[in-house]
């Protein structure tokens, strides 16, 4: 059973940058073939996709994204890893780390991941 924690959200005003990490535990020593994203959800809005990493560490990013944050997981950690620069008030939400047993896609569905942390939320003030 794989456990994800995530941790680093909190305020910030626009502009600003925050990191977001996501520990994952229970994953067998030395296993890389695994993918893992970022999702976030604000109220009113649906969980969207923010990031994805493949296991070969090829990465893919929504649009309103592109150019301000980046997704890594350094291949001798079992950490997931969201940089996020010159963050925008409608960057506020509760920001998910996910886990899935498949690779070799650029992005899976949210119903394709097997493992989900509780979530972090990240405000952006304008």
């Known amino acids: 059973q794989v456990q994800l924690v995530e941790s680093g959200g909190g305020s910030v005003q626009a502009g600003g940058s925050l990191r977001l990490s996501c520990a994952a535990s229970?994953?067998?020593?030395?296993?890389?073939?695994?993918?893992m994203s970022w999702f976030r959800q604000s109220p009113g809005k649906g969980r969207e996709v923010v990031a994805f990493i493949d296991t070969d560490g090829s990465t893919t990013y929504e649009d309103s994204v592109k150019g301000r944050f980046t997704i890594s997981k350094p291949s001798a950690e079992y950490t997931l890893y969201l940089q996020m620069n010159n963050l925008k008030p409608e960057d506020t939400a509760v920001y998910s780390c996910?886990?899935?047993?498949?690779?070799?896609?650029?992005?899976?569905?949210?119903?394709?991941?097997?493992?989900w942390g509780q979530g972090t939320q990240v405000t952006v003030s304008s």
């Open positions: 229970g994953v067998p020593y030395g296993y890389s073939k695994y993918s």
């Open positions: 996910a886990f899935s047993w498949k690779i070799g896609y650029t992005r899976l569905p949210a119903s394709e991941y097997n493992y």
